[in-house]
């Protein structure tokens, strides 16, 4: 007699293992160092694993931004001239105000500068304005450039900076350089104008004018 084998052994579903459920395996999919261990290891317990921290870079404060902006009034300050008297922002209010910024006294850029307010002082007076320098040079050195090149106006010395960094005064070449820069005040003492320009030191007259002549 012919045997006849069993089909039912011949099938493939029979000899294959169960297949693991979806839930079994994602739980085995799961990192494993994502939770502390609870196990223990002859007596030692395995240490949690936390993420690293990020951390913001640092950033750079050698360039101070602008605090004073057109519109605003600009804190007060008391500094003293060229002949060691104290001067208060306050005593010009009721008439325009040029305030200029500059690096240092006897500098090329800074004496054209100073010069060109001289030559156009007049202009300022007509305007009804007054003229303002201030760089952090100490009272003698302001007394001696005044005093040198004939400088009709009042200079200030803003000694550590102080009234600069108040006023956010920005520096040049990346903040080693003091910024020059020029505020127009009209007789409420709110700002009208701001201009920045280190390397056309005379401009800054001009440009005064032109904002002085429409207060």
Same mark, same amino acid.
């Given at each position: 007699?012919?045997?006849?084998?069993?089909?039912?052994?011949?099938?493939?579903?029979?000899?294959?293992?169960?297949?693991?459920?979806?839930?079994? @395996?994602?739980?085995?999919?799961?990192?494993?160092?994502?939770?502390?261990?609870?196990?223990?290891?002859?007596?030692?317990?395995?240490?949690?694993?936390?993420?690293?921290?990020?951390?913001?870079? =640092?950033?750079?404060? =050698?360039?101070?931004?602008?605090?004073?902006?057109?519109?605003?009034?600009?804190?007060?300050?008391?500094?003293?001239?060229?002949?060691?008297?104290?001067?208060?922002?306050?005593?010009?209010?009721?008439?325009?105000?040029?305030?200029?910024?500059?690096? =240092? !006294?006897?500098?090329?850029?800074?004496?054209?500068?100073?010069?060109?307010?001289? !030559? @156009?002082?007049?202009?300022?007076?007509?305007?009804?304005?007054?003229?303002?320098?201030? @760089?952090?040079d100490d009272t003698a050195s302001h007394k001696s450039f005044a005093q040198k090149y004939k400088l009709?106006?009042?200079?200030?010395?803003?000694?550590?900076?102080?009234?600069?960094?108040?006023?956010?005064?920005?520096? !040049?070449?990346?903040?080693?350089?003091?910024?020059?820069?020029?505020?127009?005040? !009209?007789?409420?003492?709110?700002v009208q104008y701001i201009y920045n320009n280190q390397f056309q030191p005379e401009k800054h007259i001009?440009?005064?004018?032109?904002?002085?002549?429409?207060?």
């Amino acid at each position: 007699m012919a045997f006849t084998p069993a089909t039912a052994c011949c099938k493939p579903s029979l000899l294959l293992a169960p297949r693991a459920s979806s839930s079994s @395996s994602r739980a085995r999919a799961q990192p494993l160092l994502c939770t502390p261990s609870t196990s223990t290891f002859r007596g030692l317990r395995a240490p949690p694993v936390t993420a690293p921290r990020w951390r913001r870079p =640092a950033t750079s404060t =050698a360039i101070v931004c602008g605090k004073v902006s057109k519109g605003s009034v600009p804190p007060n300050f008391t500094l003293k001239d060229q002949n060691g008297k104290p001067v208060s922002l306050n005593k010009f209010k009721g008439k325009p105000v040029v305030v200029y910024f500059y690096p =240092a !006294d006897e500098t090329p850029g800074c004496t054209k500068q100073a010069c060109a307010f001289r !030559d @156009s002082y007049e202009k300022f007076k007509k305007a009804g304005a007054e003229v303002i320098g201030i @760089s952090g040079d100490d009272t003698a050195s302001h007394k001696s450039f005044a005093q040198k090149y004939k400088l009709p106006f009042t200079l200030l010395s803003d000694e550590g900076n102080k009234v600069r960094k108040e006023w956010g005064v920005p520096g !040049d070449l990346f903040g080693t350089l003091p910024g020059r820069q020029t505020y127009v005040l !009209d007789k409420n003492g709110v700002v009208q104008y701001i201009y920045n320009n280190q390397f056309q030191p005379e401009k800054h007259i001009g440009e005064t004018l032109k904002i002085l002549q429409g207060l």
